[in-house]
């Protein structure tokens, strides 16, 4: 039989090992980058500090969600997709529809024919602005004038419909936290 004070030995050391192995584990996921952090949003979140202002730009939609596309100079297939995904993703939006606008962002150079068929709103875009948008295709921008979060571009058809759903998912998510606009 053991003996007591070796028992108790033993049981401490299955104590300490309870408590410190899970802690050496998560120390060691985190240290070496295993764990994805728990965000859900599907697009990139854009730096504080980048609104309007910043770009030297009024707002065109002010108190309002937008949705900021930069229409190229050659609207082709894919452009054209990108348009009607916007188009669905606005009626997509339900009940919300009036909370979120969506807004074309026309320079000198853009093709605003391919707009003929859908009824979007458009601005003219500062330069700034026009730098900020040719590196993503669609950028959220919320009540007060800041660019929130933004949604690179893809080419492929089936990829642009994954990227309106997740625009619509991360909008409503938006949406019903937000307490202005």
């Known amino acids: 039989m053991n003996s007591p004070k070796k028992n108790g030995k033993k049981t401490l050391l299955l104590l ?3 408590f410190a192995v899970p802690v050496i584990a ?4 985190l240290s070496f980058g295993l764990y994805n952090g728990g965000a859900t949003n599907k697009g990139q979140l854009l730096d504080v500090g ?22 190229p100079a050659i609207c082709d297939t894919t452009c054209l997709d990108r348009l009607y995904i916007l188009q669905q993703s606005h009626i ?6 009036d909370r979120v606008h969506t807004i074309i962002m026309l320079d000198e150079n853009s093709d605003s024919s391919a707009l003929k068929s859908f009824d979007f709103m458009t601005a003219t ?10 590196d993503q295709a669609f950028v959220v921008v919320d009540p007060l004038g800041s660019m929130v979060m933004s949604y690179p571009i893809t080419n492929s058809h089936q990829a642009q419909i994954m990227q309106g759903k997740a625009i619509v998912a991360d909008l409503r998510k938006m949406l019903k936290l937000s307490r202005i606009g």
């Open 16 to 18: 300490l090992l309870a």
């Open 26 to 29: 998560a120390k060691l996921i």
């Open 50 to 71: 980048i609104n309007y202002q910043s770009l030297d730009m009024t707002n065109p939609q002010p108190r309002e969600w937008q949705l900021l596309y930069q229409l």
């Open 92 to 97: 997509a939006m339900g009940r919300n529809q």
């Open 125 to 134: 875009p500062t330069t700034a602005l026009t730098q900020l948008l040719k």
